[in-house]
């Protein structure tokens, strides 16, 4: 593990009243146990921006953990970022949480890594102030969540190779890579749906496919009992995928395309989904990424919340916000397996296909030092 970068900054803001004397900004690059190979690229080291804003009484960490080849962010502009919009924020006071994020969206344009690092970290802060858990903090409660585990691309051999570790650590719920060669891809599916032992799969495509590729896959799974269809087509094609929805045996989630509550109702309109994955990375942190599930939910929209690949502190945060919803029915948090020496301890505890919540305030992790 590498720290790139790292700086203090004075902030002197209020929130409510809770000041925030100052914080630290850490770049860290952590290689992964194996390379994570999708559709866009493959990536072989986790890369976060690691934030603690620091208070007259506890600390609060975020994290803002980028892929670049999806979200279009390099990590070392996420870093800067996040030192830009603290300095713009700097010495300012806020009447509430609302009213500060307010000032850190609309502090720059773009950027939703380094938003959800600030967002992250303020709600860190202002939960364990308060001395409550995140979850409860944002209205849910601590309760077990089940994880899907991601087999990455791959031939049909690596994959019922990796399709067996995650056997043996008890997956509940199997993602499978695609997108890259549907022919392929169709083998890799069979072959895996073959091997299940009646366990539920789904597949992610990352926006790999046209069309006519897309329709294939869906026949398929709907042949060999997948659950749904993540992101078959580009990010923006709603048209085409409407007409992949109509002609789907199986549903269609939204991934790539839904970063804000907007693209919820655009989804809607345009009758190209039926569920949503929503990402804090994506959204620009928990306080949009609430405000896009309540959207789906409002319109009767089941969600699912995923990450990118993340520290147990981000998946922490994920957990809290999928545990305060009613329409999340499904988790993809598995973003911390392959850090090969963990940044933060606490926070969710893995066992048997199931994240479960640590007690305590606020995201409850602690940072692991010795590991920066």
């Not at 409002?298 to 690949?309: A, E, H, K, L, R």
Request: aromatic fraction near 6%; hydrophobic fraction near 35%.
């Amino acid at each position: 593990m590498t720290v790139s970068r790292n700086r203090e900054i004075e902030l002197n803001v209020t929130i409510g009243d809770v000041n925030i004397r100052g914080a630290k900004v850490d770049l860290l690059q952590i290689p992964l146990t194996e390379p994570f190979r999708i559709s866009l690229g493959t990536v072989y080291d986790y890369s976060g921006t690691i934030l603690e804003l620091k208070s007259d009484g506890p600390s609060g960490f975020g994290e803002g953990s980028t892929i670049q080849e999806i979200t279009g962010e390099a990590p070392p502009a996420v870093y800067e970022t996040v030192i830009d919009i603290l300095l713009r924020v700097k010495g300012n006071r806020y009447a509430g949480l609302e009213d500060f994020l307010d000032d850190v969206y609309s502090s720059i344009y773009s950027s939703p890594t380094a938003k959800n690092a600030i967002d992250m970290a303020t709600h860190d802060l202002l939960s364990k102030s308060y001395g409550i858990h995140a979850t409860t903090f944002l209205g849910g409660g601590l309760k077990q969540m089940p994880t899907s585990l991601t087999i990455g691309l791959g031939s049909v051999e690596e994959n019922l190779k990796s399709l067996k570790r995650l056997k043996d650590v008890n997956a509940r719920l199997i993602k499978v890579k695609v997108g890259k060669d549907v022919e392929l891809d169709i083998k890799r599916i069979k072959a895996i749906s073959e091997n299940l032992d009646g366990r539920p799969f789904f597949v992610d495509a990352n926006q790999g496919y046209k069309l006519k590729d897309a329709v294939k896959v869906a026949n398929v799974l709907g042949d060999t009992g997948g659950i749904f269809f993540e992101q078959p087509l580009g990010k923006h094609d709603l048209q085409n995928l409407r007409l992949l929805r109509m002609q789907s045996s199986v549903p269609i989630m939204l991934d790539e395309s839904i970063s804000e509550p907007m693209d919820v109702i655009d989804a809607i309109l345009t009758e190209s989904a039926d569920m949503v994955n929503v990402k804090l990375t994506k959204s620009g942190g928990i306080r949009r990424a609430f405000k896009t599930l309540i959207t789906a939910q409002s319109y009767g929209i089941d969600s699912m919340v995923g990450c990118m690949i993340e520290s147990k502190l981000g998946i922490a945060a994920s957990l809290s916000l999928a545990s305060s919803l009613s329409n999340v029915k499904y988790s993809d948090l598995d973003g911390f397996h392959t850090i090969t020496k963990q940044p933060f301890e606490g926070g969710i505890e893995y066992k048997s296909g199931v994240n479960n919540p640590v007690k305590g305030t606020g995201l409850a992790c602690t940072p692991v030092r010795e590991n920066w």
